[in-house]
Nanobody, 126 residues
Framework: VQLVDSGGDPVQPGGSLRLSCTASGVTFSVLNVAWFRQVPGKEREMFAAISTDNGFLYYHHSVKGRFTVSQDNAKNTVYLQMNRVKAEDTAMYYC????????????????????WGQGTQVTVSP
């Protein structure tokens, strides 16, 4: 099983960016895929997620209304569309996945996810 996340780049405040998370070696249609981000000295935090079997979505309030998660089953890919980015969105972004169908709860701890991308850096600055 492999997750490859990509798309991180420098971006100006107020700008947009799209991250991708492509999975291989796993049944894409039955996954919980979460997006985490981490800044130096702090824990990795989950802020968005999608259940690929039913499309259910979760957003932390810090990104709700600005970020959108979507999936492309044909490409085994989950996207994170980031709009109206802020300086505080600067972080290393990771996608993570667990092979499970929707169970009624979202898991925010890193230990709940078996598969991880390598991370992609997003830097928001003027």
């Amino acid at each position: 099983v492999q997750l490859v996340d990509s798309g991180g780049d420098p971006v100006q405040p107020g700008g947009s960016l799209r991250l991708s998370c492509t999975a291989s070696g796993v049944t894409f249609s039955v996954l919980n895929v979460a997006w985490f981000r981490q800044v130096p000295g702090k824990e990795r935090e989950m802020f968005a997620a999608i259940s690929t079997d039913n499309g259910f979505l979760y957003y932390h309030h810090s990104v709700k209304g600005r970020f959108t998660v979507s999936q492309d089953n044909a490409k085994n890919t989950v996207y994170l569309q980031m709009n109206r980015v802020k300086a505080e969105d600067t972080a290393m972004y990771y996608c993570a996945a667990a092979a499970r169908s929707w169970g009624g709860v979202w898991y925010s701890h890193t230990s709940s996810y078996s598969y991880w991308g390598q991370g992609t850096q997003v830097t928001v600055s003027p």
